[in-house]
């Protein structure tokens, strides 16, 4: 199994704990913009290569995954309601953080503006959760811990007032899986 992806990205990193925590053989590639646009329909990370299959979203990936491992995935609606509320911000804060990169004042939009006021109410919501405190934890949470250490650590978000998350990252941070696909700094 080849799982083809950067260090840093969040959707990536979550695949990666998951293929760790499934005790699966993979190889990760590592793969920068112009490799995978050119190995990619997408253009984007990660995409995972097993035998015949071939697969370019993370969500799908992780399907595959605990499906291969015989592992639980979004059992109910309220875990997929989750992991999706948690990629929508994640989507707006990794878009915001680009456009910012490429120049794009976003305070001056309208657009990104309504993208910053979703990634502030989502946060409120996600502070508002009973999450776990120690492993097993579920796709939601670890999508939500991948989001919350890759958004501190590309400053998009400040979760200082945030008790209950700092509390949720400082405790996943202790697990091996988390800990060990800590992007470089």
């Known amino acids: 199994m080849k799982l083809y992806g950067s260090y840093t990205s969040p959707f990536v990193r979550h695949c990666r704990i998951a293929l760790m925590e499934s005790g699966q053989d993979f190889e990760f590639i590592e793969t920068d913009q112009a490799s995978s646009a050119l190995l990619s329909p997408t253009q984007r990370v990660p995409f995972l290569q097993h035998g015949d299959t071939f697969l370019t979203d993370s969500s799908a990936i992780l399907f ?3 499906q291969q491992a015989g ?10 309601d989750l992991f999706c509320m948690v990629n929508t911000a994640l989507d707006s804060t990794v878009n915001l953080f680009f456009l910012e990169k490429d120049g ?6 309208a657009y990104t503006q309504r993208q910053a006021a979703r990634i502030d109410s989502s946060l409120a919501q996600f502070e508002l959760l009973t999450l ?12 939500l ?3 919350l250490d ?11 007032k945030c008790s209950n998350l700092k509390g949720f990252l400082s405790g ?3 697990y091996a899986p988390f800990a060990n696909t800590k992007p470089p700094q």
Do not use: H, M
Not at 132 to 143: G, H, I, K, Q, V
Not at 150 to 160: A, K, P, Q, T, Y
């Open 64 to 66: 595959y995954i605990r």
């Open 71 to 80: 592992q639980p995935y979004l059992g109910t609606p309220a875990e997929l």
């Open 104 to 109: 794009v004042d976003i305070n001056s939009v």
């Open 132 to 143: 776990s405190d120690s492993a097993p934890y579920t796709d939601p949470e670890l999508r």
């Open 145 to 147: 811990a991948c989001y």
């Open 150 to 160: 890759w958004g501190v650590f590309r400053n998009r978000i400040n979760i200082d």
């Open 172 to 174: 996943i941070a202790k």
